[in-house]
């Protein structure tokens, strides 16, 4: 899962647990990242009272919240967190509070955020002899195949494509039956992209 939407997110946890008030608040900003390069973590609070511990705290929080994200339950994937502000009381903010506020502002900031579900996107490379291409062509269209390249390799073509794994289950029998059982084809993960 992604984010589509930047937004700045603000959340505070204020509870008693095993008789002690605790208490943490912070402020966040989501950006989208673009694809395929992960989740980042940015620190941009100003506030002097913000200790390593309690930065940790908040990094590992947001971390965490990121393996389930808010479409279903899937990790959430190429998404900035800039931590913006803090909030903190003496003798009530500890590193746990800390922890717990900022998952709980990633989680809600994902789902303001017009979250979306992505899938793999496959390289595929599919060597057939050439009185079979169009044929061939055709199946990968109707599978929602990008063509990047067609190439000639001795007696076979190679017809190289970016295809939604989704697409990709059943391919071996349909590439049989196109291509009178002369066709071969090879794939390899690429990128998620939008479902």
Do not use: W
Not at 59 to 73: D, N, W
Not at 106 to 114: D, G, K, L, P, V
Not at 163 to 176: A, V
């Amino acid at each position: 899962e992604t984010v589509t939407k930047g937004l700045v997110h603000e959340e505070a946890f204020d509870r008693e647990l095993a008789g002690q008030q605790h208490y943490a608040g912070v402020k966040i900003e989501l950006t989208p990242a673009p694809r395929g390069e992960g989740n980042r973590f940015v620190d941009h609070c100003k506030n002097p009272e913000l200790i390593e511990e309690f930065l940790e705290a908040i990094k590992q929080g947001i971390f965490e919240a990121g393996t389930s994200g808010p479409v279903m339950g899937y990790p959430v994937i190429d998404v900035q967190t800039a931590l913006l502000d803090v909030r903190m009381k003496e003798n009530l903010s500890d590193a746990m509070a800390f922890k717990i506020a900022a998952g709980m502002a990633f989680r809600n900031a994902c789902s303001r955020a017009e979250p979306l579900l992505l899938e793999p996107i496959m390289d595929a490379e599919v060597l057939v002899p050439e009185e079979f291409v169009g044929e061939v062509i055709g199946d990968l269209n109707t599978r929602q195949a990008k063509i990047e390249r067609i190439e000639n390799k001795g007696p076979v073509q190679v017809v190289a494509v970016h295809i939604p794994l989704s697409r990709m289950f059943g391919y071996s029998t349909s590439l049989r039956s196109v291509s009178q059982g002369r066709g071969t084809f090879t794939m390899q993960f690429s990128h998620y992209d939008k479902a």
